[in-house]
């Protein structure tokens, strides 16, 4: 898939269990991971992780290649999908919208963020727009409290927003298509993005205080 | 009050996450002096110098460390903790996007000391560029030398895997943070036996959190008698706390532990924003018991103060609350969040979150009864030490500190036509 995003569920007839090629270089990768554990088994999650960037969901197709992988039953493999929120059982929009919700961000505004992408998206939590593009949920504290309210797109985080700088922010994404991405990284993860600034939460203020 | 920077000296820097600046700060120097040491020392030098662990539960280091046995035969694995997932708490990801290696250098340290030759840091899944900053310098080090065979040519073999989480808060416990790393469900552990014998596929492990083990290279450094010289008799050196919640300057603040809550409050913090007053904080992550802002003179920021005025330190997630917040709300908001990280296992945890959530949800709605104030108070009593882990100590500590100490507020939302009519379906 070019540029892959998480990919929506369009098109995919509605559940999109056919057949997917992982690739050669996809091959190499998740052996090179499987080699850093003491136990295959511990490689599950990253291996979860790579099947998800690639086809953006987890289908039957991506437990089975995880757990041939890793040399573990497709049952085992679904038991630890199912249990973390951060692999999609189904599919999401381009862009997946995680609102903190919890209380340092609610405190400061969560709330107004959360009604601004119902009114906007006008679909439910965990539905995906009908371009494709979007899909949103309320998360937990997202480790990111001191700068918030803060939301996460798809891997990148977006802190001390407002209703305005999130709608401006949501119009940047919808023209640009910037790839968000986790395997975009390296230092560019979120790169052309100065929405996402590094390191929000820490405080250069700290330094002038305990160097007076 | 002018603070050491033990763990913060060099966040300034903007290219400190690059193994050449760390080293131009004199990183890695904490590493070649201790490997010319035997272990024992060393777990002698961190016992002696007080570092009390900063994951949450402050037991002493050192302590933890010798826990170990030495003979089992059995590989040692040391992991280090960064889910981070603690509302209000966001110190780990500071450290680890601002000086990665020094989390490393920590991490050589403690593997060292235990024999470790594999470690793991275990990153909430959550944590996209921090995972990042920690792959890079991990591969800056294996490319040096500093990490795989033979590092630092000591003879000494480390290898050292960046591992990312999936979303799920209850892998921050040290068990469950095992078990998903042994590729399972995060399902914590019954204890004993604790994880220093019997921890990551069955081998003894210590689980340290990401913020103790930044601390080694500085006690390395300059020795357990500085670090000690920091700091209160029982709490020594100093922690991070993450400010957040209704202030003018959220962030990151490392302050000499024993420091005025107060003072924390108007000088780093900024003070209350809006120009309003204070009414609660929560100092130590949610888990920990709301203080009342008339409760909080005299309290200094450290394990024993904060316990004797009845909360704790925790994870030093440091929540302000100003007075125009409604702490039936405010509860609410912290009740669902067990209710979503309980990862099932025990009943009084599974269920009781749900009803403890449910029922201050309907207080908050308006639609509670008299009674139901008792009722909760009876759940949570059944919830507290009847669960395999922690969690579920932690997830009563907001309704029960909240009742205490707002009392008022729950009642003033009561519906006290109901209690006449309760009944079998009133929640
Ligand atoms: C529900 C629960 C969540 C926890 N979450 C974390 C966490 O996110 N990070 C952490 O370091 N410790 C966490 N802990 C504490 C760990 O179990 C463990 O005590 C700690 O990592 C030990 O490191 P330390 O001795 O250096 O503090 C948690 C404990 C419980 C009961
Ligand atoms: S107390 Fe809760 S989180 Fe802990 S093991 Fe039991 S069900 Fe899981
Ligand atoms: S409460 Fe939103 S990031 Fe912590």
Redesign the pocket.
């Given at each position: 898939m070019q540029n892959g995003q998480h990919q929506s569920g369009q098109g995919q007839n509605g559940q999109g269990q056919e057949a997917v090629e992982f690739g050669p270089e996809l091959e190499t990768k998740v052996a090179e991971i499987i080699s850093r554990y003491p136990k295959k088994k511990s490689a599950i999650m990253p291996a979860l992780y790579m099947a998800q960037e690639h086809i953006g969901w987890l289908t039957d197709a991506a437990i089975e290649w995880v757990a041939e992988k890793v040399e573990e039953s497709p049952a085992h493999v679904r038991s630890v999908a199912t249990f973390y929120t951060m692999y999609y059982k189904k599919p999401v929009g381009q862009y997946h919208l995680q609102i903190c919700r919890t209380l340092s961000c609610m405190l400061c505004g969560a709330r107004d963020l959360t009604a601004y992408i119902k009114d906007r998206l006008t679909v439910d939590a965990q539905v995906i727009t009908e371009d494709g593009l979007w899909s949103f949920e309320e998360v937990e504290c997202l480790g990111s409290c001191g700068s918030a309210p803060m939301i996460q797109i798809n891997d990148v985080f977006f802190e001390n927003l407002s209703v305005e700088s999130l709608g401006s922010l949501m119009d940047k994404i919808a023209k640009e298509k910037p790839d968000l991405r986790y395997s975009a990284k390296k230092e560019t993860l979120g790169e052309g993005m100065p929405e996402a600034p590094r390191s929000q939460a820490w405080n250069a203020e700290m330094v002038k205080f305990n160097k007076s | 009050m002018k603070h050491h920077r033990i763990l913060t000296a060099n966040f300034h820097h903007d290219d400190q996450h690059k193994l050449s600046a760390y080293e131009s700060r004199s990183g890695y120097q904490a590493i070649r002096k201790a490997l010319k040491q035997e272990p024992a020392n060393l777990t002698t030098e961190v016992k002696d110098s007080g570092l009390?662990?900063?994951?949450?539960?402050?037991?002493p280091?050192g302590v933890?460390w010798g826990f170990v046995p030495k003979d089992s035969g059995k590989p040692i694995y040391l992991l280090n903790?960064?889910?981070?997932?603690?509302p209000g708490?966001f110190k780990?990801r500071i450290l680890m996007e601002r000086d990665p290696h020094l989390c490393l250098e920590g991490m050589m340290i403690a593997s060292w000391a235990l024999g470790a030759n594999w470690s793991c840091i275990y990153i909430?899944g959550e944590f996209s560029y921090p995972t990042v900053r920690m792959q890079e310098a991990v591969d800056e080090a294996y490319a040096k030398g500093y990490l795989g065979k033979n590092i630092f040519d000591s003879g000494f073999d480390l290898d050292i895997v960046v591992h990312r989480g999936a979303g799920a808060?209850?892998c921050?416990?040290?068990t469950?943070?095992i078990e998903s790393l042994e590729g399972n469900k995060g399902q914590p552990r019954i204890k004993p036996p604790f994880p220093a014998v019997m921890g990551l596929y069955g081998c003894p492990t210590v689980?340290?959190?990401?913020e103790?083990?930044a601390a080694l290279p500085w006690i390395i450094d300059n020795g357990a008698s500085a670090y000690r010289a920091i700091g209160t008799e029982k709490s020594p050196g100093t922690k991070l706390f993450s400010a957040s919640g209704h202030i003018n300057k959220p962030g990151v603040y490392e302050v000499d532990l024993g420091y005025s809550l107060l003072e924390f409050i108007e000088n780093e913090c900024g003070g209350v924003w809006k120009g309003r007053e204070l009414k609660a904080c929560i100092p130590g992550g949610s888990?920990v018991p709301v203080m009342p802002a008339d409760k909080l003179k005299g309290v200094n920021l450290d394990y024993e103060s904060l316990a004797e005025a009845g909360t704790m330190l925790g994870?030093g997630g440091f929540i302000v609350m100003d007075d125009t917040t409604d702490m039936v709300d405010a509860c609410a908001n912290l009740q669902h969040f067990y209710t979503h990280e309980s990862c099932g296992q025990c009943t009084p945890c599974r269920e009781g979150a749900r009803w403890v959530e449910s029922m201050v949800n309907r207080l908050h709605r308006g639609q509670g009864a008299p009674s139901d104030l008792l009722v909760l108070q009876n759940v949570t009593e059944q919830i507290g030490g009847h669960t395999i882990?922690?969690?579920g100590d932690?997830l009563i500590a907001p309704i029960q500190s909240f009742l205490m100490h707002y009392r008022g507020e729950f009642e003033e939302k009561l519906d006290i036509s109901l209690d006449a009519q309760i009944g079998a379906n009133n929640v």
């Open positions: - | 009390r662990g900063r994951g949450g539960a402050g037991f280091t933890k903790n960064a889910d981070e997932s603690e708490t780990d909430r808060y209850i921050g416990e040290e469950g943070l689980v340290n959190n990401t103790t083990l888990s994870s882990c922690p969690f932690a």
